[in-house]
């Protein structure tokens, strides 16, 4: 949502979730490390203010800054997916899984990429490489269960929401995707009982 007066965005609290809140470990030179570390704070910050245009210079900051660490180019390849720059965001996402190959988020974040981008096949690559490496994240399932609805495998990928649905019960989203993927094969009265009060799942 835009907002007239501040020509900010509010972004959703679960989508930060695909950006390292922790500074990068790893800085080109020492010297520079509590720059690199101020820098990558200021972007979190700006993110959770709903400023991503400034949250972006921040992050191209420490990617300059600090190359070699993979958490600066994931949050960076993250802003450019947000912002439609495909091509962009996918160079940072590999640089990312390349210098940490068992960077969930990152693989995540490759996976959305590639999908928009209508690589299924790389999808499908880079959203198993997620799950495997984090089999109890219902993030990994979620994008391994929109990979595979894209590639019209709906018994995969209700297979994967419901992993994602029962790691994270009280997650309205995820129960309305799986909603909506059980109406698309005809399974209407399981897709109903998805699109109810998530909150009685979370408790029973």
Known sequence: MILATSHRIRLPKILLLLVAIVPPARAQNAAHKPQV??????????LQQGDPASARVAFEKVVRLAPNAPEGHNSLGWLLL?????????????VAVKLKPDF???????????AAKKDME??????????????????SHRMLGRVLSFRQDLPGAISEFRQAVQLSPARPDLRDELG???????????AA?????PMEAAFA
């Open 37 to 46: 570390d101020a820098l990558y704070k200021e972007g979190v910050r700006l």
């Open 82 to 94: 947000t912002a439609g720059k495909l091509d962009e965001a996918i160079a940072q996402l590999r």
């Open 104 to 114: 969930v988020q990152a693989h995540i974040n490759l996976a959305n990429a590639l």
């Open 122 to 139: 790389g999808a499908l690559v880079e959203a198993r490489a997620a799950v495997k490496l984090a089999p109890n994240d219902a993030e």
């Open 180 to 190: 909506a993927l059980l109406a698309q094969n005809s399974q209407f009265e399981e």
């Open 193 to 197: 009982a998805e699109f109810a009060d």
